[in-house]
């Protein structure tokens, strides 16, 4: 490709506190095949810290910096970086986002005489979205200007300098967001069709964690709705005589109220002032531009030009309900939802009803089950519900059965004061008023969650914004030890009541029968009772899935090696994550290996073992209770901690066992046991009074007699 190397290209990068962003922006600018540029970074006032970190990145001569003492904005810093600006083209990008390694390589060879050429953006949700094949046999075509900025943004354009400066293109300071509408307008008034680029040069990064570091589209409904407005009302008085303008304009508002019309109107307590602000709106609109519009958008925009708030909320209800009842009859899933929420949502709350679910529906176990078996054995007066993929999954006691997301599932969710689960519920369950909702969660934490996440490579990039959602509904969230209090205070912003009394899953571990059950166990699985057990208990990897919740396991560990040698004294249980979907082939290990990933509750499997191998799941936590050697099998450790997830502890030097890379070194470490019982036998005493100190075989009773029977327990805080 010929490139006109000697014309300068001004790069124009306003930061606001993404230092966990910035880095990777500056370097993809800086890896530019395009040689001629000049990286213009204006510090939007950003704190300390993020301050710091963007300065010790300024290292390459080509970078321009500049700083505003105070916040100023968006539209301001960018104004300002095109006063520094020297490059005979100018470009905007933002600092949360990437450059293919072509990108203004491609952009300066296809501009030709335009004033503008236009590249093709695309999402960063999760790090494979940076993988792209080209499928263009086309590099470049022309479009209608219309087209190309339908979005209303300026980002992945280059736009020639002279064209900037006789055009007085300059962006509205006035608000936060929106300011790109200011700089757009001009290209439309002063520009034919223009071209753009089929292959993608511009990486827009949707942020993971809207909660504690939005971007600007990522902030509340009424915030966006007040300065769209403000932008809409200012630029149609600027350029009021253009007709072009005007349209185009309009044609962006109505895009944006009918993509948001019900998240505006949402909050009932603020109607009147958003329908004040958007009836002022409406009424600059040309009413040509509403010709085209859907019969119940016209209703609506009729009502709100009329200023008539009793007429556009019964044409809003109607929008809703039409809505609701197009997306239900779609299929018998959404179906179900409409009938929980229109019909099953209007019944009274049964006070005595407590519903129960574990590991999504797959398992009778964990803190649940241990919670719903005292409610039977204790004869306690309430009607229990528990949830399961098999409607015909038997269990103890009257409990009454429902398949999950069932009919009868929405019901009982619907009717149930009491919710008690391990995991997150689905988002599209209602909280009522006088619903009371008890988390037991699942584990001590030593992989990162949440918020403390840096990056999310799981299959749902949505994560951050979805765990808040659904921990807002908690009322209650157990905790195992002061470690994980803090945790789950910090790395889930919960701020209800923390259940400080261990986990009810664990009593079993102090049980005064738990050698009789160890026999009973070992005799239904079929283990032989002259065999010792080694129970292999490994986590799924975050970027290596199927589909959401579904995720992808390639067996490391060689188990006819270990059969090989330690057949004569072991056997192996294996139990995978309830995330793993990939069935573990055990061909061949008959009598060795025994798969029991659908074995209800891993409590029971930790008192038929006498090894318990792991990696990075919080199981080690709990079988720590039983004083039992642990193996830790990490082959891929330098991947999970230095870009999966990262741990909170010190892993290499405070796991209460070795760390093994290979299945010889795990052969090795089991056939030699006692010296390693011996080698971690401090550390290990260390490690129980830090995460297993709380339990004392009573946190069940604990934690009914709080949340269920109103009495106060202690706490071991």
């Not at 390694?101 to 236009?118: G, K, M, N, S, T």
């Not at 889930?492 to 664990?506: A, C, H, I, Q, V």
């Not at 990696?615 to 330098?638: C, E, H, Q, W």
């Amino acid at each position: 490709m010929v490139n006109k190397q000697n014309q300068r290209v001004s790069i124009i990068i306003p930061f606001y506190n993404t230092l966990e962003f910035v880095e990777d922006c500056l370097n993809s600018v800086l890896k530019q095949t395009y040689s001629s540029i000049e990286i213009i970074v204006i510090n939007d006032g950003s704190d300390s810290e993020n301050t710091r970190y963007l300065e010790s990145l300024i290292v390459d001569d080509r970078i321009v910096y500049l700083k505003n003492e105070t916040r100023r904005g968006v539209a301001y810093s960018r104004n300002k970086g095109l006063k520094a600006a020297t490059g005979e083209f100018v470009f905007f990008l933002d600092s949360d986002d990437l450059l293919t390694e072509d990108a203004i390589e491609l952009l300066v060879a296809q501009i030709q005489e335009y004033p503008v050429v236009v590249g093709r953006t695309k999402r960063l949700l999760r790090p494979s979205d940076l993988e792209f094949s080209v499928d263009s046999s086309e590099l470049a075509a022309e479009r209608s200007k219309e087209t190309l900025f339908k979005a209303g943004s300026i980002l992945n354009v280059l736009i020639r300098s002279e064209f900037i400066k006789e055009h007085h293109i300059e962006f509205s300071e006035g608000t936060e967001g929106y300011s790109d509408l200011s700089a757009v307008i001009p290209v439309i008034l002063h520009s034919k069709d223009l071209p753009s680029i089929n292959i993608p040069t511009y990486y827009k990064r949707v942020r993971n964690d809207p909660i504690s570091n939005p971007s600007l589209v990522q902030r509340p409904i009424d915030e966006r709705t007040h300065e769209f407005i403000t932008v809409y009302k200012g630029l149609r008085n600027k350029y009021g005589k253009y007709v072009e303008a005007k349209q185009y304009l309009d044609q962006t508002f109505l895009r944006f109220y009918r993509r948001q019309v019900i998240n505006i109107f949402k909050d009932v307590n603020r109607f009147d002032e958003m329908f004040d602000l958007t009836a002022s709106a409406v009424k600059v609109l040309n009413p040509n531009s509403i010709a085209s519009q859907p019969s119940h958008i016209k209703k609506e925009l009729k009502q709100l030009k009329n200023s008539n708030k009793v007429k556009f909320q019964k044409a809003l209800r109607f929008h809703i309900e039409a809505w609701d009842f197009k997306n239900a009859i779609k299929g018998f899933t959404r179906l179900k939802r409409y009938i929980y929420k229109k019909v099953f949502l209007k019944f009274p709350l049964k006070e005595n009803y407590i519903i129960f679910e574990s590991f999504l529906g797959k398992n009778f176990s964990d803190s649940p089950r241990n919670i719903y078996e005292y409610i039977i054995e204790n004869n306690l007066d309430y009607q229990c519900i528990w949830v399961f993929n098999d409607k015909n999954r038997k269990i103890p006691g009257n409990a009454k059965i429902v398949k999950r997301f069932s009919l009868a599932y929405y019901y009982y969710f619907a009717v149930s004061k009491y919710w008690i689960n391990n995991m997150r519920q689905p988002l599209h369950l209602v909280k009522r008023d006088g619903n009371v909702f008890l988390e037991t969660w699942h584990g001590t934490p030593l992989k990162k969650l949440v918020f403390d996440m840096k990056e999310v490579y799981s299959a749902n990039p949505r994560y951050k914004r979805d765990f808040y959602m659904q921990s807002r509904a908690w009322d209650y969230l157990l905790s195992p030890n002061r470690y994980s209090s803090e945790i789950f205070n910090r790395a889930f912003k919960f701020d209800n009541e923390m259940l400080e009394y261990g986990y009810p899953r664990n009593d079993i571990l102090y049980s005064p029968k738990k050698d009789e059950i160890a026999e009973r166990v070992k005799e239904t699985i079929g283990i032989p009772k002259d065999k010792k057990v080694v129970l292999y208990a490994p986590t799924w990897r975050d970027d290596d899935y199927y589909e959401p919740g579904k995720y992808k396991f390639q067996l490391q560990l060689d188990l006819h090696k270990m059969k090989e040698v330690l057949g004569d004294e072991y056997v192996v249980a294996l139990r995978m994550h309830y995330f793993i979907a990939d069935d573990i082939n055990v061909e061949g290990l008959d009598d060795f290996a025994f798969n029991l990933s659908k074995y209800d509750d891993i409590a029971e499997l930790y008192l038929i073992s006498d090894i318990l191998i792991t990696d990075y799941s919080s199981v080690f936590f709990d079988y720590a209770n039983l004083k039992r050697p642990i193996l830790f099998f990490t082959y891929d450790l330098d991947k999970y901690r230095d870009q999966l997830r990262g741990f909170y502890l010190d892993f290499e030097n405070d796991a209460p066992g070795p760390l093994l890379r290979t299945s010889d070194e795990v052969i090795e470490a089991i056939a030699n046991i006692e010296t390693v019982k011996k080698e971690y036998a401090s550390r290990y005493e260390g490690f129980y009074e830090m995460f297993c100190s709380w339990h004392d075989g009573k946190s069940t009773e604990k934690v009914v007699k709080k949340v269920l029977l109103g009495e106060n327990s202690k706490t071991n805080s």
